[in-house]
């Protein structure tokens, strides 16, 4: 059972261009969400994160949208650089609960 | 201020032979994840431990997976008798409480190669 999925495998996207990349979760008790960035043969590193009382949150070049009616999240990168080129995961927690999405490979094209 | 450690980062077993994946979470978290990604998918869950006890194995394989988090010392993730589909990185997270309004931080992961 897929409770986190994000339907894009990959995206691509021109240098300075914006970047969406989305996830959508099933389970209405998700109540934290995080995106993570991934690069080869590396852990993931944490990017970004937003609680369920609130439905934008913004860092830098990096801002995540909650639609909790929808039960759908985004990542919005912009402008996107070539150094963001990675696989981004989505994830929604509630209590001791975290479940990723399959990920989402990015690449920002010089 | 040493993040998740993880170790070893690369290890090869043959068919058959056990492997055994350590986890030392970041100073101060007593919350331990344990996640696998197989060759081109996305993490998955496998086991969440606290100090000494088993909160959530429910992503655990039945048979040949085991995990703990001792008193002292590493999270461990053991598998017995390995077969080629165990090939994955195994990453381990952490987190000071729990995972909900937490963030959880990943180490570096431990690539298990099956020959």
């Known amino acids: 059972d897929q409770q986190v999925k994000q339907n894009s495998p990959s995206l691509s996207v021109q240098e300075g261009r914006i970047s969406i990349l989305n996830c959508d979760y099933t389970?209405?008790?998700?109540?934290?969400f995080l995106w993570y960035k991934k690069y080869p043969a590396e852990g993931p590193t944490f990017l970004i994160s937003i609680s369920s009382i609130k439905d934008k949150n913004e860092d830098g070049r990096f801002t995540v949208f909650l639609n909790k009616s929808a039960k759908h999240l985004s990542l919005h990168i912009v402008p996107s650089q070539p150094g963001d080129s990675a696989v981004y995961f989505c994830a929604a927690s509630e209590v001791d609960d975290m479940r990723f999405g399959a990920g989402t490979r990015l690449t920002v094209k010089p | 201020n040493a993040g998740v450690m993880q170790n070893p980062r690369h290890l090869v077993r043959r068919r058959g032979q056990e492997a055994r994946l350590r986890c030392s979470p970041m100073k101060g978290h007593s919350h331990v994840y344990w996640y696998r990604q197989l060759p081109e998918e996305g993490l998955k869950f496998m086991v969440y431990?606290?100090?000494?006890?088993?909160?959530?194995e429910s992503g655990m394989p039945k048979e040949r997976f085991s995990a703990e988090f001792p008193k002292e010392g590493p999270s461990i993730l053991r598998i017995q008798q390995v077969v080629r589909g165990d090939s994955a990185a195994y990453f381990c997270?952490?987190?000071?409480?729990?995972?909900?309004?937490?963030?959880?931080?990943f180490g570096e992961g431990s690539w298990l190669t099956v020959v």
């Open positions: 389970n209405s008790m998700f109540d934290y």
């Open positions: 431990l606290q100090k000494e006890n088993i909160i959530d």
């Open positions: 997270a952490s987190s000071a409480l729990a995972a909900s309004g937490n963030t959880i931080y």
